[in-house]
């Protein structure tokens, strides 16, 4: 890729962030765009003031949404959307705090080195390589600029891992003891539960098996039971009971409209209400039959929720073998309730192998699908290459500019198009692999989707690269392929340049601009929801999207760190970007649908370790075909040191994020005591754990519980 392509990509990335921001900042500002920038103050029922209606501040673009974001604490992102939640913009804050160093060395020091890697001027002004590593001669001493910044940068993206990581761990038990009376600090999901033999039921065996052996813990049990014709008819009563509220509401318009009773249409209405009443009446007669004990009996599955008296109590049984069989009364930390995947629990314990072994099988077979694509879109970033072996592609440079926007923007948009529904497919497998809790299945899609983008994203995108490149010259000159491919590593660099461009100037600019929603907004608005009340478009923080994504940045950051310096710059604006985009889908936007204290860091440290180890490797590949031996074999310490490093932090930290240690359970219990609200907190828990088949009916429509609105024009919103 030639500097002019890489130019027209920077230049569209950013003419269309900023016009996209630009939109972004005049919608936010008009009412009826409420339910989908501020979704989660909506649902929270906050006041949000607007501009009134005809005042030119309400039409003009602002960046007042940037400057809020940079003044959000990490106190006020807890308290208000949890740990969860912080963790990802801790991941871009530590892609700040690394890549600004990294920048300064790489601006500073690398380029000049590089750049006179010949012992004088390159000759090819035009060519990307003279800032890369690859402008450096064979055997140079030059080289060892490069091993000091290895080691520099590697030091440095250790210390910041080990102190993230002991922080969060910090926050970590400081939240744990915040929501201390959460349900599942007293409960266990109990899995493989056997038959009563005298009573040929599961739950007085239950009840008789923790009775004996948690005597002074234990407290009581939910059983679970298999609800799917339960939940078929709780569906139609639901949806019968939204045909008889919407029936009424258009009677009740049609009783004030002169013209509709002339057409005599309330009666209809008023024979379909009762016809539908009648409906609905006897679906909850059904209901109320099926939840009945007796009929439950036979729907019982070998799986229950035991609530204990103390958190020590469910610490201690979650995580002890509870018989001699591994396979029966398996134990493990329950989800919080709202967290619980309730279709997953009726899936045998005995097949859950199975269903993981068919989603390994089936996110293997999309990684090898989409390696068709990826090679296409090397072979558009390598023109020069493509017209030898396609030449109808010359008709391209016909057009003055096109060539530098086909090869410079094209490929990296393409791709970002087919890397955008991975993430969901993959937490579609996820789904599918019978995990007990949302918060699993998110945890799973990270990290398939993370190694998905590894492999297809930066190795494919390398190698097919390279093969585009140099099956010529290695055909003509094998003797040189050496060479040749540490070239075609680095000249990768400027194709990860327009990929970081788009993926963040345009990535996030849309993310916060939620252009789909707002067209699926206006089409409800003028059919089948015109002149109905708007409700908020409320959805997930999505994890399983933003930290692999973020995560691959990373890691092709601090592989090009050292050879190709001038990537750097473009990640500190991704990063800052990201930033600002994610405090404010945070505050306005995405919902808090489980909180599971920071698990998801324990990933986030992996996929960066990863990338460090990657750097090492590449670098150590890069001396050695720069005839640099000594430097890779120097380079191996540093590479063992941080597998080391990557051992003890599994020691150190991980433990107690995959538990709940003994010591900080009966500090809590102690402090709730004192205060007389343990017993209070196992009672809570019993009742949490009902599935949501076997509650009470609630049929009757929602109402607003504050007759003030919650959309005002009289100022403009915080």
């Known amino acids: 890729m030639n500097p002019q392509s890489l130019l027209a990509s920077a230049s569209i990335n950013i003419g269309l962030a900023l016009v996209v921001l630009s939109l972004f900042s005049v919608f936010k500002k008009q009412p009826s765009n409420a339910p989908v920038y501020?979704?989660?103050?909506?649902?929270?029922?906050?006041?949000?003031?607007?501009?009134?209606?005809?005042?030119?501040?309400?039409?003009?673009?602002?960046?007042?949404?940037?400057?809020?974001?940079?003044?959000?604490?990490?106190?006020?992102?807890?308290?208000?959307?949890?740990?969860?939640?912080?963790?990802?913009?801790?991941?871009?804050?530590?892609?700040?705090?690394?890549?600004?160093?990294?920048?300064?060395?790489?601006?500073?020091?690398?380029?000049?080195?590089?750049?006179?890697?010949?012992?004088?001027?390159?000759?090819?002004?035009?060519?990307?390589?003279?800032?890369?590593?690859?402008?450096?001669?064979?055997?140079?001493?030059?080289?060892?600029?490069?091993?000091?910044?290895?080691?520099?940068?590697?030091?440095?993206?250790?210390?910041?891992?080990?102190?993230?990581?002991?922080?969060?761990?910090?926050?970590?038990?400081?939240?744990?003891?915040?929501?201390?009376?959460?349900?599942?600090?007293?409960?266990?999901?109990?899995?493989?539960?056997?038959?009563?033999?005298?009573?040929?039921?599961?739950?007085?065996?239950?009840?008789?098996?923790?009775?004996?052996?948690?005597?002074?813990?234990?407290?009581?049990?939910?059983?679970?039971?298999?609800?799917?014709?339960?939940?078929d008819l709780l569906d139609q009563a639901k949806s019968t009971a939204r045909k008889i509220e919407d029936l009424r509401k258009r009677s009740s318009v049609e009783k004030h409209n002169r013209e509709f009773l002339l057409l005599c249409t309330n009666g209809e209405d008023s024979a379909k209400i009762t016809l539908l009443e009648e409906k609905l009446q006897e679906l909850s007669h059904r209901i109320h039959q099926l939840q009945c004990e007796d009929m439950l009996q036979d729907k019982e599955l070998p799986v229950a929720f035991v609530i204990f008296k103390s958190r020590w109590g469910a610490a201690l049984a979650a995580q002890s073998q509870q018989h001699s069989h591994p396979l029966l009364w398996t134990t493990e930390v329950a989800p919080e309730p709202r967290d619980v995947s309730w279709k997953n629990l009726a899936i045998p314990n005995r097949v859950l192998p199975l269903y993981k072994i068919g989603v390994i099988l089936a996110a293997t077979l999309l990684t090898i699908f989409f390696a068709v694509p990826v090679t296409a879109v090397q072979?558009?970033?390598?023109?020069?290459?493509?017209?030898?072996?396609?030449?109808?592609?010359?008709?391209?440079?016909?057009?003055?500019?096109?060539?530098?926007?086909?090869?410079?923007?094209?490929?990296?948009?393409?791709?970002?198009?087919?890397?955008?529904?991975?993430?969901?497919?993959?937490?579609?497998?996820?789904?599918?692999?019978?995990?007990?809790?949302?918060?699993?299945e998110e945890l799973k899609a990270c990290d398939m989707v993370f190694y998905f983008l590894v492999g297809n994203v930066f190795f494919l995108s390398l190698v097919s690269g390279s093969l585009l490149d140099e099956i010529g010259e290695s055909v003509t000159h094998p003797k040189n392929f050496p060479s040749h491919l540490a070239r075609a590593v680095s000249a990768q660099g400027d194709f990860f340049i327009t990929y970081i461009l788009t993926d963040g100037l345009s990535g996030f600019s849309l993310e916060i601009l939620q252009p789909g929603l707002l067209l699926w907004d206006l089409i409800k608005s003028l059919t089948y929801r015109r002149g109905k009340e708007k409700k908020p478009y409320l959805y997930s923080l999505p994890y399983f999207r933003v930290i692999p994504v973020v995560s691959l940045a990373m890691l092709i950051g601090m592989v090009y760190a050292l050879v190709a310096p001038?990537?750097?710059?473009?990640?500190?604006?991704?990063?800052?970007?990201?930033?600002?985009?994610?405090?404010?889908?945070?505050?306005?936007?995405?919902?808090?649908?489980?909180?599971?204290?920071?698990?998801?860091?324990?990933?986030?440290?992996?996929?960066?370790?990863?990338?460090?180890?990657?750097?090492?490797?590449?670098?150590?590949?890069?001396?050695?075909?720069?005839?640099?031996?000594?430097?890779?074999?120097?380079?191996?310490?540093?590479?063992?040191?941080?597998?080391?490093?990557?051992?003890?932090?599994?020691?150190?930290?991980?433990?107690?994020?995959?538990?709940?240690?003994?010591?900080?359970?009966?500090?809590?219990?102690?402090?709730?005591?004192?205060?007389?609200?343990?017993?209070?907190?196992?009672?809570?828990?019993?009742?949490?754990?009902?599935?949501?088949?076997?509650?009470?009916?609630?049929?009757?429509?929602?109402?607003?519980?504050?007759?003030?609105?919650?959309?005002?024009?009289?100022?403009?919103?915080?």
């Open 566 to 718: 001038l990537l750097l710059p473009f990640l500190i604006c991704y990063f800052c970007l990201g930033y600002v985009v994610y405090i404010n889908q945070i505050a306005d936007v995405y919902e808090v649908t489980y909180e599971t204290c920071g698990k998801y860091w324990p990933y986030i440290h992996h996929y960066i370790l990863v990338a460090i180890i990657l750097m090492q490797v590449t670098m150590i590949g890069l001396f050695g075909l720069k005839s640099k031996p000594a430097a890779s074999i120097c380079t191996v310490p540093l590479l063992l040191f941080s597998l080391l490093f990557n051992g003890y932090c599994k020691l150190r930290f991980y433990p107690t994020f995959r538990n709940y240690s003994i010591q900080d359970a009966t500090e809590n219990d102690e402090f709730d005591k004192k205060s007389n609200q343990l017993g209070l907190c196992s009672e809570i828990a019993k009742d949490s754990y009902c599935p949501p088949f076997l509650r009470p009916m609630n049929l009757a429509p929602s109402e607003s519980s504050s007759t003030e609105p919650l959309v005002s024009t009289s100022e403009s919103p915080a």
């Open 379 to 440: 072979g558009i970033a390598r023109f020069e290459k493509l017209k030898k072996w396609f030449p109808p592609a010359m008709a391209v440079q016909l057009i003055p500019g096109l060539s530098s926007i086909v090869t410079g923007y094209l490929p990296s948009v393409i791709l970002n198009g087919f890397i955008y529904v991975i993430p969901f497919a993959m937490l579609g497998m996820a789904k599918l692999a019978g995990y007990v809790s949302k918060s699993k």
């Open 38 to 231: 501020y979704a989660r103050r909506l649902a929270k029922r906050h006041h949000i003031p607007f501009d009134p209606p005809l005042t030119l501040r309400r039409f003009l673009p602002s960046v007042s949404w940037i400057p809020r974001a940079f003044r959000v604490t990490e106190d006020e992102i807890v308290q208000s959307s949890g740990l969860d939640a912080l963790i990802i913009i801790r991941l871009f804050k530590f892609g700040i705090k690394f890549f600004l160093p990294c920048t300064l060395i790489g601006l500073v020091i690398l380029l000049p080195v590089n750049y006179n890697g010949q012992d004088g001027p390159p000759v090819d002004y035009l060519s990307m390589d003279s800032l890369a590593i690859s402008n450096i001669r064979k055997g140079s001493d030059r080289l060892w600029v490069h091993f000091t910044c290895l080691w520099l940068m590697s030091f440095y993206g250790l210390y910041l891992l080990y102190k993230e990581y002991k922080e969060i761990l910090g926050k970590r038990i400081h939240q744990l003891q915040i929501i201390r009376h959460r349900p599942d600090q007293f409960t266990v999901l109990v899995r493989g539960i056997p038959l009563c033999t005298g009573h040929k039921a599961r739950g007085c065996s239950v009840d008789h098996f923790f009775s004996k052996h948690h005597p002074y813990s234990y407290h009581s049990y939910q059983m679970m039971f298999n609800g799917s014709y339960l939940e």
